[in-house]
């Protein structure tokens, strides 16, 4: 099951509380029990077992179980479990029911290490539902109890058996039934079986059915149907199990993709942009280059003859004071404004520097930083932030033109979009001049 904000309620948590288990049994070897009956004493008791309990994480990290996957957010076992051991530090209520629930002698023979285990177990499993539950709150800004964090994970795994079922159903045929409420006949699967796709998919009443069965197909009853009051909020709302139902559902359709597929569509991405790049470099007879050809394209026009020879442009640049200080704003050095215009006047004679000639030193250099990207070797250093080594970012580009970041985004567009236009007519006149 995965929820916004919880990291430890996915099937790696068998693993993570295994793993705590085989560190605490070294760490509590190592303590005194006699300290942890006084109240005084558990505070130094829980820091000695943290202690220890972390050096014996630390010396099986390199083992398979450590390294194993803990969920689908990519944090280990290791990780997961250290993280748990250092909570109980900030939680010592935990740690006093533990000491409590561990006071009984017969956890401290050579016979109760498995009874010691179990407390240890339990301790961690409340601990993980209340960490889950608080960083659930966090994500979504909802109320959200570690009971309620155990109902949602009761009711992820009633949906997991209730699909067993369904898959299996003529094995099943008569619990399936009983869940559907109504009598199976042998002619076809029934229809709610190829219904439940998803935990979204499942209805209410089949989960309160569900349990309802267990005691007969079972041997014992069912979380909704036992005496304890843990689910009574749920055993008698149908609605409420719906909603828990779909929002685990509708969580496990936004984040499909596991942050998985993203990785293969980046791999692909740059796949294509090497196919792009090779391209253009073998065609550049092409009638409309791409970004990179559009300077290259154009000084090549200029030199065919289609052009003024460019005059010496002058260097003194005059630039608004209030420039100066906005660079400095944006933590650009103080001369910036005057070095990079200089730069640019230099530049401005070429046709390119003809066709953005009105846009304006931040639109022209954030055209540049997108056909080009931010750190091409044609830069002057005048253009170049010192603190990066590359073209100022798109954001300090927009405090120097004194816009908005989207309305420098739509002048840069459409300054690009001109000097596409600006090629595509200079290379198709350049292929009529070779075919004459």
């Known amino acids: 099951m995965r929820l916004p904000g919880t990291r430890y309620q996915e099937p790696g948590w068998e693993d993570v509380r295994k793993l705590l288990g085989q560190c605490s049994l070294v760490a509590l070897r190592a303590c005194d029990p006699a300290h942890w009956h006084a109240p005084e004493g558990r505070a130094d008791a829980l820091a000695r077992y943290v202690e220890q309990a972390g050096r014996a994480l630390r010396a099986l990290r390199g083992s398979a179980r450590a390294a194993a996957s803990g969920n689908s957010y990519g944090d280990t076992v290791a990780e997961l479990a250290t993280g748990l051991l250092y909570e109980l530090q900030a939680r010592p209520g935990d740690w006093d029911a533990f000491c409590a629930a561990a006071a009984d002698p017969a956890c401290w023979t050579p016979a109760g290490e498995g009874l010691l285990r179990k407390k240890v177990n339990d301790m961690y499993a409340l601990l993980r539902d209340k960490v889950d539950a608080d960083n659930y709150q966090a994500a979504c800004g909802r109320p959200c109890s570690p009971n309620r964090m155990y109902a949602y994970r009761m009711l992820d795994t009633a949906h997991g058996e209730i699909a067993r079922l369904f898959a299996g159903w003529e094995q099943h045929r008569a ?6 409420g109504r009598a199976l006949h042998a002619a076809g699967a029934p229809i709610e079986t190829r219904q439940l796709r998803s935990i979204a998919d499942c209805r209410p009443e089949w989960v309160l059915r569900w349990s309802e069965t267990l005691e007969a197909f079972g041997g014992a009853p069912g979380p909704l149907h036992t005496r304890s009051k843990r689910f009574a909020s749920l055993k008698s709302n149908p609605a409420r199990i719906g909603a828990m139902l779909r929002e685990i559902g509708d969580y496990e359709a ?10 293969q ?5 740059s ?6 790049w090779r391209v253009l470099q073998d065609a550049h007879d092409a009638a409309t280059p791409g970004p990179d050809r559009i300077l290259e394209a154009a ?3 200029l030199d065919a003859g289609d052009g003024e020879p460019a005059d010496e442009a002058a260097t003194d640049v005059v630039v608004d004071p209030l420039l100066r200080e906005v660079a400095a704003a944006v933590s650009l050095p103080p001369g910036f404004m005057e070095e990079a215009a200089a730069a640019e006047s230099r530049a401005a004679s070429g046709r390119v520097g003809r066709l953005l000639a009105d846009d ?6 954030a055209v540049y930083a997108r056909l080009l990207g931010p750190d091409d070797d044609a830069y002057p250093d005048a253009w170049r932030d010192p603190a990066t080594g590359a073209l100022p970012t798109m954001q300090q580009l927009a405090a120097l033109a004194r816009v908005s970041l989207p309305t420098l985004r739509k002048r840069r567009d459409a300054a690009v979009a001109r ?8 290379a198709t006149r350049t292929q009529t001049r070779e075919v004459a």
């Open 419 to 426: 000097l596409q236009d600006a090629l595509g007519a200079a």
């Open 299 to 301: 000084q090549d026009e």
């Open 271 to 276: 796949a294509w942009v090497e196919d792009y």
């Open 254 to 263: 936004l984040s499909a993709n596991r942050d998985r597929d993203w990785l």
């Open 265 to 269: 569509d980046l791999d692909d991405a």
């Open 360 to 365: 304006g030193l931040p639109v022209r250099l």
């Open 175 to 180: 619990q399936v039934g009983a869940i559907l």
